[in-house]
């Protein structure tokens, strides 16, 4: 059975760090692509961060780059998020998803993502 469970969520201000983590099965894990995704109240569901578990290559939007870092643990079949210096902006539920067996290749839109976890919400005051 796929899973992918996400922790790490929780409020912090302004400049903030936080660091959240996907646990995934073996078969989510293991040579593919694995996304972290967020979505505020009214907007849609976007891509901040992939990596590919296979080889470690990284694709970020513009609007954590610099920011954000996603890594992978082997050991522990999960992939972090770390994110520094938050801003208003970055709240939102964030979603860890896994593709099917497959490359990233580019940051992805979520319908080609297969599976997903439930999500924990990040909240960032002034």
């Known amino acids: 059975q796929v899973q992918l469970v996400e922790s790490g969520g929780g409020s912090v201000q302004v400049g903030g760090s936080l660091r959240l983590s996907c646990a995934a099965s073996?078969?989510?894990?293991?040579?593919?692509?694995v996304g972290w995704f967020r979505q505020a109240p009214g907007k849609e569901r976007e891509g901040i961060a992939h990596i590919y578990t296979g080889g470690g290559k990284t694709y970020y939007a513009d609007s954590v780059k610099g920011r954000f870092t996603i890594s992978q643990d082997n050991a522990k079949n999960t992939v972090n998020l770390q994110m520094n210096s938050l801003k208003p902006e970055d709240t939102a539920m964030y979603y860890c998803a896994a593709r099917d067996n497959e490359n990233c290749f580019r940051l992805r839109s979520p319908t080609d993502f297969a599976y997903w976890g439930q999500g924990t919400q990040v909240t960032v005051s002034l």
């Open positions: 073996a078969y989510a894990y293991s040579g593919n692509c």
